[in-house]
Each structure stands twice: as structure tokens, then as C-alpha cells.
């Protein structure tokens, strides 16, 4: 091919992976400039430039540890921050000897395995774009996500827990003739045919035909769509948000570990999947900004979680109330020596307060982040200085560049002490091929255009005088909810 012709081919994929992109995004440049006005803090570094530097900074500390091989400690898969950064560079250069273009597009749909996290940093360096998916999701909702997506690339396990991933992916290959399928196997186990084992992937003899100094053209922009996160649970195709570095890490996951206070000395257990919003915050932006190690449980059950933070000395737990709740509320919370642990990390939904105060007395600090998938997790407490009342009571403060306004039915902005809706605002795309949905998440038309731009999200809540902001023990939301009982909410400004 003629260098004329090549430059052609490279800028004609270029603009087709951006009209993908781009296609039907709310995003103008005016959301970085109010952002910024906000507070919010933008740096011009991605996912991957972290894990350089803390190759670095901390190259043979443990980064990442998984399950996915068995739970005993002989079977777990151990990656030091030098480890990982060297695998990474070498997926990058596979794919690329294999063709994967700017702007494509990867899929994964994987147990809480260290592979969901390369995946994530590779592709913050090709400038291509990731979804994690959930996997209990079933037959129907997962065609209909590959249906949505159009994958360039998918890597999978073959099967979990009775769900013929391998099956599914091949029959969706039929419709998506230009899916490479690549599956993640054990020890023992085989890549079925019509895939390839992911270890394809991890061929270190591609570095004969490249060198590091080669990433140095590989420069990605932190505004570019990169993570696409999927919004519904495991029934239906979910709708998936569209996030750049900047409004889903910048603003987002650094005001968290900031605040929460994670540190390079920390050691965190990952309870739930690293596929959904909760688990990129905790398992993978938090880990990437502060360094210290993270354990993916790939299997979870109660007595595990305690006998690993016993053993492993886990400092921070991390994911939902309903799993943490499952785990405080068992026998074995109080059997283990869980003197280690200082702070559990959650978000997703309130935590009882029966749990928050069996934790506080146990020394254990809970750090709830508020939000949602469309926009991220909007606030979360200040710990330092923090009374018992907010800690365990108030959803927190609005992080540096969001605005979360509580309104009344006619949108108009409440002063503290008064209940209202609560609103939030980021820097926002809307979602991947649903332009009507992205409208209606974001259009008000409750009062005609006042709050364009935020997303409403059906929660009441009510800000105190000091800042803080609380949402009900019950759903929240406004349609029949009986504002009996919220006395002491309103009162502690939670």
C-alpha cells in the first residue's frame, strides 16, 4: 500500500470509529468548562499512565490478586505493579499486530478476573472502548447487548455457573461475522472451538517486532468515550452509559479515594463483580490512582470474606449493602480477627443503620458513595472531622464537579432543611445507541427545560446546614412515599 493510500485507509477508520462515538452523544465542550468551574479537577492522564507509574513508583509490590484459579492461597494468580504493566504492554501490542483498530470496540464478560482489569487499561491506551458485562446475565439479554454493541473483540469465560457463554457468543458470531472471540481458561481447560484462548494474547514474542518507545505513539485523549457501563441488572437488555476518563475518573473515582482516604498501604477485598460501576470505582480507579493491593473474590460467601481478611489482613472492604450486610450480619464477622480492618467502601444503596453501628462499634469506618450509573456516584461523607450522626446517617457531600440540587415539584432549587428531589449534574455522553433514552434521561420536561442537562433521579432527600445531604431508610423515591418517620433524617440532614 502507497503512503498516500495508507494515510487514506488509517483516517477513513479513524472518522468511522468516531462517528461510532459520537453518534447521538449530549456532550459539548461547555459540560468540561462548567465541570471545572465546579471544581472538579481534569488531569491528561489515563487509566494506563497510572499503571506506568506505578510500575515505577512500586514495581514489585503486589497490585492485583485473584481467586479465579480456586480460593486456597496456593491457586491465586499474583501480579505485582512491574508484572501487570509488562502483560498489558503485551496485549496492546497483539492486538495491534492483529489489527484492532482506534475506536474498537471489547467486550468482556468474565468473573471477577485480573483480565477485566487489563482489559480496561489496554484499552485506555488503544483509544478503544470497553463494556464489562454482568455475568448473570442470560441467553436473551446478552445477545441483545452483542446486538447493541456490535463487538469487534469479546473475551469470555466458556462457561459460569450453567451459562454456555461460549455458545451464546458463537451464535451471536453468525449476525457478527467480525467478532474475535477469545476465552479466559484454567487450568485443564480447553478454548472451544471457532475461539481462541486468551493467552494468544499474552504472547511475549511480540515484543521482536516492538519495543516500549513504540507506546509513546499511542496518545489517548481523556475525553474520549472509553468505558461503557451497562445501567440495568441481569433481566432485559440493559441500556449502557457512555464515560470519559475525565467525568467517570477525574471528577468521579479521585474525589472517592481521596476521601474515603485509600492509601498506598491499603490491601482491598473486592466482594462483588468488577463488571458493574461499583466494581471499576473500587476495584480498578481506585487501586490505579492510590496503588496498594486489590483481591478479586471470585466466589463469595461470608466465612470466606472473614477467614481471607483475617489471614491476608485486608484493610478495606469494598461493594454493595446487601453483600456486606450478608457478611456483618453472619457468625463469622464476630469469630475472625478482623482487627485489620479500617474502612468499608460501598455504594449502590443505603446501609442499615443496625449494620453501619455494628461496624462503627467494631472500629470500622463505612463510607458510602451516592449516585447513579448515568452520571457516577455524586457524594460521599468528608471523613476527617465527621460527627457519628453523618457518617452513619447523611448520603454525604456533593463531590468537587458535580452539582446535586434537591428541588421542588415546580424545580425550583430548596434552601436547606427542606425535602425535595434530588438532581445531579456531570459532564455527560447519554447512552450507547439509544439517542430517545439519552434525551429522556436528561431532557426536564417536568418543568419545561429549567434542569436540561441533569438527570432526575425520583430520590428525595434533604440538604443540613453543614452541607450534607440524606436520602430515606426506605426506596426514596417520590411517587406514594410516605413522609411519615423522616423526622430524624431531616433532622440529621440525611
Not at 474498537?104 to 487489563?118: D, F, G, Q, R
Not at 484493610?315 to 454493595?320: E, G, L, P
Not at 433521579?457 to 443540613?464: E, N, P
Request: proline share 5%.
Amino acid at each position: 500500500m502507497s503512503g498516500e493510500n495508507y494515510r487514506t485507509s488509517v483516517s477513513e477508520e479513524y472518522e468511522r470509529g468516531m462517528e461510532r462515538v459520537l453518534a447521538d452523544s449530549l456532550f459539548i465542550f461547555d459540560q468540561v468548562k462548567r465541570s471545572r468551574e465546579l471544581g472538579g479537577r481534569h488531569f491528561d492522564w489515563v487509566q494506563w499512565d497510572l499503571l506506568k507509574r506505578n510500575s515505577e513508583l512500586y514495581g514489585s509490590r503486589e497490585a492485583f490478586v485473584d481467586s479465579f484459579y480456586g480460593i486456597e492461597p496456593g491457586s491465586w494468580r499474583t501480579k505485582s505493579w512491574e508484572q501487570a504493566f509488562i502483560e498489558v504492554n503485551t496485549i496492546i501490542f497483539n492486538f495491534l499486530q492483529r489489527g484492532l483498530g482506534h475506536r474498537a470496540m471489547v467486550v468482556s464478560h468474565l468473573p471477577n478476573a485480573i483480565e477485566s482489569t487489563y482489559l480496561d487499561l489496554v484499552t485506555s491506551k488503544l483509544g478503544a472502548l470497553h463494556a464489562g458485562l454482568n455475568v448473570d446475565l442470560g441467553r436473551t439479554e446478552t445477545l441483545g447487548v452483542i446486538d447493541k454493541l456490535e463487538p469487534d473483540v469479546a473475551v469470555i469465560v466458556a462457561e459460569w455457573h450453567g451459562r454456555s457463554f461460549a455458545d451464546w457468543y458463537l451464535e451471536a458470531r453468525q449476525t457478527h461475522p467480525g467478532m474475535t472471540i477469545y476465552v479466559v481458561t484454567r487450568p485443564g481447560e480447553v478454548a472451544p472451538e471457532g475461539t481462541y484462548d486468551f493467552s494468544d494474547l499474552m504472547d511475549f514474542g511480540v515484543w521482536d517486532h516492538y519495543s516500549q518507545e513504540d507506546l509513546n505513539y499511542l496518545i489517548t485523549d481523556p475525553l474520549d468515550v472509553h468505558e461503557l457501563l451497562p445501567t440495568a441488572g441481569t433481566t432485559g437488555v440493559p441500556k449502557i452509559s457512555r464515560r470519559t476518563t475525565i467525568d467517570w475518573f477525574h471528577v468521579h473515582s479521585v474525589c472517592i479515594a481521596e476521601r474515603a482516604e485509600h492509601n498506598v498501604y491499603d490491601s482491598r477485598l473486592l466482594i462483588g463483580p468488577l463488571s458493574g460501576g461499583s466494581g471499576r470505582l473500587w476495584g480498578v480507579h481506585t487501586p490505579l490512582y492510590t496503588a496498594g493491593k486489590s483481591f478479586y473474590l471470585t466466589e463469595f460467601d461470608e466465612q470466606t470474606v472473614c477467614r481471607l481478611t483475617a489471614q491476608e489482613r485486608f484493610t478495606i472492604w469494598v461493594w454493595n449493602p446487601a453483600l456486606i450486610t450478608r457478611v456483618v450480619t453472619s457468625p463469622h464477622f464476630e469469630q475472625f480477627d478482623l482487627s485489620s480492618l479500617r474502612l468499608v467502601s460501598y455504594s449502590g444503596a443505603p446501609m442499615s443503620g443496625e449494620v453501619l453501628d455494628k461496624l462503627y462499634r467494631r472500629g470500622v469506618v463505612p463510607f458510602n458513595v451516592y449516585g447513579t450509573s448515568e452520571v457516577g456516584g455524586c457524594m460521599g461523607p468528608i471523613l476527617p472531622g465527621i460527627s457519628r450522626e453523618h457518617l452513619l446517617g447523611a448520603a454525604g457531600v456533593p463531590f468537587e464537579g458535580f452539582d446535586v440540587p434537591v428541588v421542588d415539584q415546580n424545580g425550583n432549587r430548596l434552601p436547606p432543611g427542606e425535602v425535595g428531589e434530588i438532581l445531579i449534574w456531570n459532564i455527560h455522553h447519554g447512552y450507547w445507541g439509544a439517542p430517545e433514552e439519552s434525551r429522556a434521561t436528561y431532557t426536564d420536561q417536568e418543568t419545561n427545560g429549567k434542569w436540561d442537562g441533569y438527570q432526575r433521579t425520583g430520590d428525595l432527600g434533604v440538604y443540613d446546614s453543614e452541607g450534607y445531604r440524606g436520602v430515606p431508610a426506605g426506596s426514596g423515591k417520590k411517587e406514594g412515599h410516605d413522609f411519615a418517620g423522616w423526622t430524624k433524617y431531616i433532622s440529621q440532614g440525611s
